[in-house]
């Protein structure tokens, strides 16, 4: 019996202790087993392959700083992060930066650039105004108090503010519209200035996206063109595919406000077919046209201009001006080449060849430009011309114009 309950006690004993143990502060962990927090494992996971990026833009650097700042912060001190460019630089300097693979984070701002920065094989990363539509739209507007009220109301005399070649807003779908009209042009200005330049009557028309437009009571919009597609963000080609892995998740897992001061998120690459579709209709219309004599003609004359060069026979190095223009399909461009040494010659080059030639943003721009073909071998053609099939973007230099 006295056994029995000196057991029991003891088993009672046994329980209370458990309660105290269940009850009681829990020891601290061994540091081995404290978990490190996530952003430490990301950091560690966010080591790249190459040593430096360069961010490229063509708007306030105000707008990527914090961003720099974030990226520097996920990288740390073995990447140099470099910004370059800001409003100012010129859609065909960006151009040539991406065909150099000058820009390994593009913030190409027009769709044009983005169409450029594909054929220059960047990789797609993230849309750029990620709060607009999809689309938008550009317009052609005049000072409100002007008496030109429509696209009919345009004649030879007036003239009009347009942007670079490389602009869909300013000059690419504008320039569609403007099929058939006469006018004196005013060209390679940013959406400011256009706007500056028609309030200062230093020009009858412009021509921007609606939004720059719209809001403006100064300004009336005489004319909205058909849908443009947004712009992108792209990685440059000589990066792995790792590391463009890596700053693609870096950027889009970014806080809301620095995606929102850079003007980009997540979503799907646009679709550029119908753009692509409105640029070569354009340049079609426009492969005549000399820009650098007013005015203007949106259409084709019956006349193309003479041109008079010296004599050269180095048939590896072919100078001339370019003086005609054709598809030669869908994915080929055909020139037609005065040569200094007398001879015709017709060029036939791949757009994606083209688009990484520096100067050679688009047929437009080539006409009347003086160029010089490197190491191709002319070959025997029709009607007493003869063909330079070129296959390198080097083999084509546009060279500055003689006066």
């Known amino acids: ?15 209370f202790i458990g309660v105290l143990g269940l009850s ?3 020891s601290n962990p061994p540091k081995s087993a404290i978990s490190l927090p996530s952003t430490t494992i990301e950091n560690q996971q966010q080591s790249l392959q190459t ?9 306030k650097p105000s707008y990527y700083q914090e961003l720099t700042t974030y990226l520097r912060s996920q990288f740390g001190n073995k990447v140099q992060i470099v910004l370059d460019g800001d409003e100012s630089i010129s859609y065909e300097e960006a151009r040539k930066r991406m065909i150099n693979k000058e820009w390994d984070i593009a913030f190409t701002l027009s769709p044009i650039l983005s169409l450029a920065a594909k054929n220059n094989d960047y ?4 849309r750029m105004f990620p709060n607009n539509p999809p689309y938008y739209q550009a317009t052609l507007f005049t000072k409100s108090t002007s008496s030109i009220k429509s696209l009919n109301d345009l004649k030879s005399t007036n003239t009009i503010a347009l942007g670079d070649f490389n602009s869909a807003s300013s000059f690419y779908v504008p320039a569609y519209d403007l ?5 004196r042009v005013d060209m390679g200005h940013r959406g400011k200035d256009i706007k500056d330049l028609v309030k200062t009557g230093k020009a009858d028309v412009g021509a921007a996206a609606y ?8 300004l009336r919009i005489i004319h909205l063109s058909k849908d443009i597609p947004g712009s992108n963000v792209y990685l440059s080609p000589k990066l792995s595919e790792s590391d463009r892995q890596i700053i693609t998740k870096i950027l889009l897992n970014a806080p809301e406000n620095i995606r929102k001061q850079a003007n980009y998120d997540s979503g799907e690459e646009h679709d550029y077919s119908q753009l ?9 219309i426009l492969k005549c046209a000399n820009f650098q004599q007013n005015p203007v003609n949106f259409y084709c004359s019956d006349s193309p201009p003479n041109q008079q060069f010296n004599n050269s026979n180095n048939i590896s190095k072919i100078l001339g001006r370019i003086n005609g223009w054709s598809h030669q399909d869908s994915e080929t461009e055909t020139f037609k080449l005065s040569g200094k040494d007398n001879k015709v010659y017709q060029i036939v080059i791949p757009r994606k060849i083209l688009d990484q030639v520096p100067g050679a943003s688009n047929p ?4 009347g430009k003086e160029v010089k073909i490197i190491n191709v071998a002319p070959q025997k053609a029709q009607a007493g011309m003869f063909e330079l099939k070129l296959t390198q973007p080097n083999q084509l230099n546009v060279l500055t114009d003689i006066s």
């Open 1 to 15: 019996m006295s056994n029995s309950k000196t057991s029991h006690n003891f088993i009672k004993f046994l329980a």
């Open 24 to 26: 009681g502060c829990p």
């Open 123 to 126: 990789h797609f990363a993230a």
């Open 179 to 183: 099929f058939g009209k006469s006018l």
């Open 211 to 218: 939004e720059a437009v719209a809001n403006d009571k100064d």
């Open 276 to 284: 692509i579709k409105i640029s070569q209709r354009t340049e079609e």
């Open 51 to 59: 040593s430096s990026l360069t961010i490229g833009i063509l708007s």
């Open 364 to 367: 437009i721009a080539l006409q």
